[in-house]
Nanobody, 115 residues
Framework: VQLQASGGGFVQAGGSLRLSCEAS???????MGWYRQAPGKQRELVADIRIGGSSNYADSVKGRFTISRDKAMTTLYLQMVSLKPEDTAVYYCKGTHMWNKIEYWGQGTQVTVSS
């Protein structure tokens, strides 16, 4: 599966953005997630969503970010509100096949939050 992330941009603290990750086909057999990597830091999990719809969030974004996907399971979203400067990073989407565990990454989209 090929993944294309978009929706990043430059916002002021307290602002909102919605990231999208378009898949080349249905991701119904994949655990989908958003990761981010800030300069000089390791890539970290932001949120993921399981086959059954349950989701998991990093403590730093709980209550501010919401992961979801459309009914066709071809688009993954990350709604981000109350953005903070520490949310500044390149955001990546990832799909992990539920059986063979092969991972697929999107190309990343930059999110910059000014104070």
């Amino acid at each position: 599966v090929q993944l294309q992330a978009s929706g990043g941009g430059f916002v002021q603290a307290g602002g909102s953005l919605r990231l999208s990750c378009e898949a080349s086909r249905s991701t119904s057999s994949y655990v989908m997630g958003w990761y981010r990597q800030a300069p000089g830091k390791q890539r970290e999990l932001v949120a993921d969503i399981r086959i059954g719809g349950s989701s998991n969030y990093a403590d730093s974004v709980k209550g501010r970010f919401t992961i979801s996907r459309d009914k066709a399971m071809t688009t993954l979203y990350l709604q981000m509100v109350s953005l903070k400067p520490e949310d500044t990073a390149v955001y990546y989407c990832k799909g992990t096949h539920m059986w063979n565990k092969i991972e697929y990454w999107g190309q990343g989209t930059q999110v910059t939050v000014s104070s």
